[in-house]
C-alpha cells in the first residue's frame, strides 16, 4: 500500500512561511487529486487546497494569495508553500490523495499522517 508521508511543519511566527511536503512512497499506478486539509483545534478538518493530475488548483478563502500548492508527478510529491503566516493558520495538516493501483477501476482514499503547523504570534 501507498504510503503518505509528510514534513516540514513546525514553529514559526506570524509573518513567516513555511513549505510542507507530502511524498507518496512506493510505485503506484496513478495519482488523480492532492489535497491540503488542515484541522486546528475545536474546528472541523477543512480542505485548505487541492491540485489536479494536470496542475489545476484551487483554495480556501480563508489562505487565498498565501498559499500556493503544487506538486512533482516524476516524484509523486504534493508541495504547499504558506507565505504570510497567522496564528489563525495554526492547525495540523494534513495531505490526501486519490490513488488507483494497477488492476483497480476506483480510487483509493489515502491519507498522511499529519504535521503540526504553529504560528506564534
Known amino acids: 500500500q501507498v504510503q503518505l508521508v509528510e514534513s516540514g511543519g513546525g514553529l514559526v511566527q506570524a509573518g513567516g512561511s513555511l513549505r510542507l511536503s507530502c511524498a507518496a512512497s512506493?510505485?503506484?499506478?496513478?495519482?488523480?487529486?492532492m489535497d491540503w486539509y488542515r484541522q486546528a483545534p475545536g474546528k472541523q478538518r477543512e480542505l485548505v487546497a487541492t491540485i489536479t493530475s494536470d496542475g489545476s488548483t484551487n483554495y480556501a478563502d480563508s489562505v487565498k494569495g498565501r498559499f500556493t500548492i503544487s506538486r512533482d508527478n516524476a516524484k509523486n510529491t504534493v508541495y504547499l508553500q504558506m507565505n504570510s503566516l497567522k496564528s489563525e493558520d495554526t492547525a495540523v495538516y494534513y495531505c490526501y490523495a486519490q490513488i488507483r493501483y494497477d488492476g483497480d477501476w476506483y480510487y483509493t482514499p489515502t491519507w498522511g499522517q499529519g504535521t503540526q503547523v504553529t504560528v506564534s504570534s
Open positions: 512506493g510505485s503506484t499506478f496513478s495519482i488523480n487529486v
